[in-house]
């Protein structure tokens, strides 16, 4: 059975990646940008 636990990583590894390609490509960055990350951050700090 470690075979097959390693194929399952693999695979389900291979998806996460496919599925976050195709949000990339569909939906564009999915980082904020930098201005939208400064305003985070100092809301983070203020609360």
Known sequence: WPRDLV???LISWLL???AT??????CG???PPRE???EIA???QES
């Open 36 to 38: 939208e990350a400064q």
């Open 16 to 18: 996460v990646t496919l």
């Open 7 to 9: 194929v399952a990583t």
């Open 42 to 44: 100092e809301r983070e």
């Open 21 to 26: 390609w195709l949000a990339q490509r569909i």
């Open 29 to 31: 960055p999915l980082m």
